[in-house]
């Protein structure tokens, strides 16, 4: 029987373990914190299930007067408070923390019922690849005693931990990282968010809407400077108009905790102070101590280990997935690179991973949903390709919701009019970037959107309406 080992219980693990199982092999994961990795257990499911609260209270605060709902109150209306729900910080990451571990123990569950053997404890490569084949694994358990495993191929999927700067340490309390916001029991009264990028836009807007006030330090001209530029304007006007303070082309060089406060120095010399600082600038991955060198695995200068478009790093019989390989740090992406080198390894059908097929989201508010080819490449030349946006605000749905901000852009080949890319922003973007994602993965066209039925009223007919406009264009006649 064919011996899998992987090292690492995230996305790329798990997903691996039961594919490798359910091919026949015999599958042991080796894991130090628990199933499901920081995705499930510090990070996207922890994450996204406080902004499912802070969503909450934005679409209450935003709508419920244009909507017409009444909130009943003692208080005579002229001496109401602006704010008139509130939430409880501790119970909500009460819960968080529950159902992070309920779903890392679900993992567990169904891995070992899939015939996965887990093992507790630290695991690294032990040398080069025997004559046999074969490779070493030492596995040390906490209370440092090793174990030897022998394995006919090695999957890493060890994921990586938050970057931090070297004056500006997390001390648990005051200055966080993402993966201790958690352990707060009240509500920080002013919050420093240090890093614009995805983590950092979803932390500021989510603890924004639970009522803290908000600093956003970016050091890039815009938030999200990774991400359409148009989505990044919208979400950035969004941010300012519900008062946070977005501090453009500001680098933080510092944090210290004064007292009770926090003091974070800027490059330029400026001090900005609030009651706590969350650091967001990006994450590190977790290659040390794994013997990956000494057993033939390149690493980039980064530290990601260097992998194929199946999995493969430099060492035969070595393979790796997830954000320890830097490919893409998305839970869905660090799955497929996982089952795709089970799929290779075990002699099964599989397609290299096609990053330009991958959808993803940033759990703002708005949601910002992006697939395939991007405005960037478009504007670089990188693509030839016809675009069109259609403002939310045109939508009936929406106009009924309440909703002013977002947009559907859709990208697609001048001639063919095959759909190679596209932007959501709106509400559960995530949600409404499937159909076009679908399209960019078996190369629809805007007319075969265009001609499909959409429920009326709905927020996903817009992306039916940019369809048609891009199909007339494409036939010469202006929408």
């Excluded at 394995?151 to 201790?180: F, M, S």
């Excluded at 859709?410 to 890319?421: E, K, M, S």
Aim: charged share 20%; proline share 4%.
């Amino acid at each position: 029987m064919t011996r899998i080992v992987i090292i690492g219980g995230g996305p790329g693990g798990y997903e691996a373990a039961l594919v490798a199982a359910q091919l026949g092999a015999e599958v042991t994961v080796v894991d130090c914190d628990g199933l499901g990795g920081a995705s499930v257990l510090t990070d996207c499911v922890p994450s996204k299930t406080l902004i499912a609260t802070a969503e909450v209270m934005t679409t209450f605060d935003s709508s419920y007067e244009e909507l017409g709902i009444i909130v009943a109150d003692d208080t005579p209306p002229l001496e109401q408070a602006a704010r008139v729900v509130g939430v409880d910080l501790g119970k909500v990451n009460r819960r968080v923390k529950r159902l992070a571990l309920a779903q890392s123990h679900d993992i567990t569950a169904s891995v070992t019922r899939a015939g996965a053997r887990v093992m507790r404890g630290r695991g690294r490569l032990d040398g080069m690849q025997a004559l046999d084949g074969s490779r070493k694994v030492v596995v040390t358990a906490a209370d440092g005693t090793e174990e030897t495993l022998t394995a006919d191929a090695v999957l890493i999927a060890t994921g990586g931990h938050p970057r931090e700067l070297p004056d500006a340490q997390p001390d648990g309390e005051r200055i966080l990282n993402w993966t201790q916001v958690y352990d707060l029991t009240e509500l920080p009264e002013e919050l420093i968010v240090v890093g614009s990028g995805v983590t950092g836009a979803e932390f500021a807007g989510a603890y924004q809407a639970l009522g803290s006030k908000v600093t956003l330090v970016s050091s890039r001209d815009r938030v999200l400077p990774g991400e359409d530029p148009d989505a990044a304007a919208v979400l950035e006007d969004v941010f300012r108009r519900r008062g946070m303070n977005v501090m453009a082309r500001s680098r933080a060089q510092a944090a210290k905790r004064v007292g009770d406060r926090v003091e974070v120095t800027l490059a330029d010399g400026r001090v900005i102070t609030g009651s706590h600082c969350l650091m967001a600038v990006g994450a590190i991955p977790n290659s040390a101590g794994l013997g990956l060198e000494d057993a033939g695995v390149k690493l980039r200068d980064s530290g990601h280990i260097w992998t194929d478009k199946v999995s493969r790093t430099t060492a035969p019989g070595v393979y790796a997935a997830g954000d320890v390989t830097g490919v893409f740090a998305l839970a869905s992406v660090a799955a497929m690179q996982g089952r795709i080198a089970m799929y290779h390894f075990l002699g099964d059908a599989v397609a290299p991973l096609n990053l330009k097929t991958v959808s993803s989201n940033v759990f703002t508010d708005p949601e910002i949903a992006t697939v395939g080819y991007s405005q960037a490449d478009v504007d670089a030349g990188k693509i030839d390709a016809r675009v069109v946006k259609l403002p939310l605000l045109r939508n009936p749905r929406a106009k009924m919701q309440g909703i002013r901000d977002g947009f559907v852009k859709i990208f697609c080949r001048p001639g063919t009019g095959i759909v190679v890319g596209g932007v959501v922003v709106a509400p559960r973007a995530s949600e409404l970037i499937h159909p076009i994602s679908i399209a960019v993965d078996n190369n629809l066209t805007v007319e075969q959107i265009a001609n499909a039925f959409t429920v009326y009223p709905s927020l996903s007919g817009s992306i039916a309406e940019v369809a048609r406009q891009l199909h007339t264009r494409k036939a010469g006649v202006e929408a």
